[in-house]
């Protein structure tokens, strides 16, 4: 194993290089921790070394630490997993006490060894903690290079030291944003912050690393919590200062999580609780509490699904064994809002873009959109003149459809009407080369159909973005009845070169996250019709982790197009159509002009600026509050079971192939509940006999929608979960 290779040169400065083989990013895992250990402790015994450095042999330092230990560490203590965390989270913090301490005498603080982390790049999780516990850390000026701690966003917290060395580097105010929020910063930016000590230039890196070890004096590797007199930048809690900042804090974290991400909470309590005891005692306190979140069921679902899975995923897990797809130049037919996004996150990714409208200031329009994402990247300074120029370049905008010659991929998005996709699909095809892939990005038209206009229907499939583009994650893509290996595998390489994720389904009505969104739209309204405080349902949905509640939802999305896909649906279902009580309130809201934000009134009301000011008074005229008001736990299970069995009616019905699918789609696409990582792990942390009894109850009071689909009582008769039953060896491992 050579994750890590040690090197003494003549002036007696030892350089442990980090350089994980076969991989384009250092991870850390188990072993390669005991590697770096031995070299640690091979040079703090070598009389001949004065000093170490730490860097990599990559561009960048370290990406993290590999997810999988935790399993590991779980697995290691037997039946008291816990204890496994805890004392595997332990070796972490021994490891880098040891760095820290640097071999010197702790009472006298002398004789010591220097140790310095160099990072010639990105130095995420693992690779910042390590880092924090050197005696100085000197970066890149690499712009690229990304420098935090993003553990809190897939669920974690900064659990090997991260949490405690930062708040005593910055104070707790100041780590606030970098621990709760997972703030990436560039080199720059960083030591602007204090996370890091000293920039330098890429060529220098080493040299300055070195001389620096070669100068370090006994107070220079005395961290300040180690010296007498430290005091916590910004105040301890006790301290009227600190106390502010805790108690802030803790109104501010509640209030952006609800108080379901279990990790925040847990980061808190380790700050908190850490500031009042000494360093070593700190430490033990982060590693319990870190303990705490990954026993945490909600943690471990965020870690698959929103780390392991979503990377599966990236990485192409359910793509066809053909050979590589790549895009190089793509045509767009539609320069609308959908068209012009998926224009400008093409040319962004590199691909030439050829952009089709059926006139050319439509198509211009398409094009200046782009330059709009790229002025706001400017202002920010995300984006330089040079790269602005060359993303533009890379758009023709035009009506000529015989400028998509050369392309290997067309994305259609132009009107939501069978007609006009027919025509520009005959034409479009006209001058495609034959083995070019043509994709719609139709919400609600079955892919089978509109493969019908297609000369080649193995060619056909859908790409169906979400607005806005540049900013939604998921890409859903969905095969028709006759779509072939390469239209699949061409859409998901264009996906993974645009970064974002994809998901893989089947054609059905509303594919997947419309279709499990839209119930959940639904009961909201259905319930402001019975007379639920339309304040309980909103806040019911966001207490239960939803970024929006079901009624803000529709309003963001158009009243007018809830009502066209009611009326779309009704037709297509006929008497067996399920929600009239809803059609009575939307259709009501669009009859009074009430479309939602882009006509400033819908169940909100907005003030001329656009700005939500409250639910709109009216709704309590229209759809009077019942003198009995349900549970909070009532109303949360309705919202969220429409959502959920849906996905398993989904599952079901072959539409959906994979749950990791259903998961991470779940997540990236409408935003539900992240804590519980996603419909099937939420479906499974409840159990699907519970789950069975909470439906067979919603049933009794709410309506045969709720009735629990057979997949779910046959996993509930034999005590199975989704992640048991459908997880094959390959995917687990
Ligand atoms: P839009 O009305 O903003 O844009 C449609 C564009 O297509 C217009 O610029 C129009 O001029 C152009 N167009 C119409 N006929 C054309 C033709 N024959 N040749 C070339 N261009 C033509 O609509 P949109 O919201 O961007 O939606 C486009 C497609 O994307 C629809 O199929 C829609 O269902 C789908 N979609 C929309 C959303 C959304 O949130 N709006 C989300 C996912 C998918």
Known sequence: MTDFTYAVDADGVATITWDVQGKSMNVLNLDSRDLLESFIDKALADPAVKGVILTSGKKDFAGGMDLNIIAKMKESAGDDPARGLFEGIMAFHALERKIELGGMDFKTKKGGKPIVAALPGTGLGIGLEIPLACHRIIAADNPKAKIGLPEILVGIFPGAGGTTRLVRKMGAMAAAPFLL???????????????????????????????????????????????????????????????????????????????????????????????????????????????????????????????????????????????????????VLGAGMMGAGIAYVSANAGIEVVLIDAAQDA?????????????????????????????????????????????????????????????????????????????????????????????????????????????????????????????????????????????????????????????????????????????????????????????????????????????????????????????????????????????????????????????????????????????LTEVQHRLLFAQVLEAVRALEDGVLEDIREGDVGAILGWGFAPWSGGPFSWLDMLGAARAVDLCDALVTQHGDRFTAPALLRDMAAKGESFYGRFTTKAQAA
């Open 363 to 631: 198509a211009d329009r398409g094009k200046s959109h782009a330059e709009g994402i790229l002025d706001k990247g400017m202002k920010r300074g995300k984006v330089s003149a040079e790269k602005k120029a060359e993303v533009l370049g890379r758009i023709t905008a035009t009506t000529d459809y015989a400028a998509l010659k050369g392309c290997d991929l067309v994305v259609e998005a132009v009107f939501e009407d069978m007609g006009v996709k027919a025509e520009v699909t005959a034409k479009a095809e006209a001058v495609l080369g034959k083995d070019a892939v043509f994709a719609t990005n139709t919400s609600t038209l079955p892919i089978s159909d509109l493969a019908k206009a297609s000369g080649r229907p193995d060619h056909f499939i859908g790409i169906h973005f979400f607005s806005p583009v540049d900013k939604m994650l998921l890409v859903e893509i969905i095969k028709g009845r006759e779509t072939g290996d390469i239209a699949v595998a061409k859409s998901l390489d264009f996906v993974r070169q645009i970064r974002k994720t994809p998901i893989v389904v089947n054609d059905a009505r509303f594919f997947y996250a419309n279709r499990c969104i839209i119930p959940y739209i639904n009961e909201g309204i259905r319930m402001v019709a019975e007379g639920v405080e339309p304040a309980l349902v909103e806040n019911a949905a966001k207490l239960v982790g939803m970024p929006l509640g079901p009624l803000q939802l529709v309003d963001e999305t158009s009243i007018d197009l809830g009502v066209k896909i009611a009326k779309a649906t009704k037709l297509a279902m006929g008497d067996a159509y399920p929600d009239g009580a809803v059609d009575a309130v939307l259709f009501a809201m669009a009859d009074q002009g009430r479309l939602g934000r882009k006509s400033n009134a819908g169940f909100y009301a907005y003030d001329e600026a656009g700005k939500r000011t409250g639910l709109w008074d009216g709704l309590a005229s229209a759809y009077p509050a019942a003198d009995t008001q349900p549970e």
């Open 181 to 331: 929020e997972g703030k990436l910063s560039d080199p720059k930016k960083a030591k602007a912050a204090g996370i890091i000590d000293e920039v330098v230039a890429p060529d220098q890196l080493l040299a300055r690393a070195k001389e620096w070890v070669l100068n370090a004096t006994d107070a220079d590797i005395v961290k300040p919590w180690d010296a007498k007199g430290y005091k916590m930048p910004g105040g301890a809690p006790y301290h009227p200062a600190g106390f502010m900042t805790y108690v802030g804090a803790s109104a501010m974290v509640h209030g952006k999580t609800m108080g379901v991400y279990p990790a925040a909470k847990a980061l808190l309590s380790a700050v908190y609780e850490g500031a009042l005891v000494p360093f070593d005692t700190a430490l033990k306190i982060e590693a319990r509490w870190f303990t705490n979140v990954l026993m945490n069921p909600s943690s471990a679902a965020m870690i698959r699904s929103l780390f392991i899975n979503k990377e599966a995923l990236e990485k192409g897990a359910n793509r066809p064994k053909v050979d590589d797809q790549t895009v190089k130049k793509v045509g």
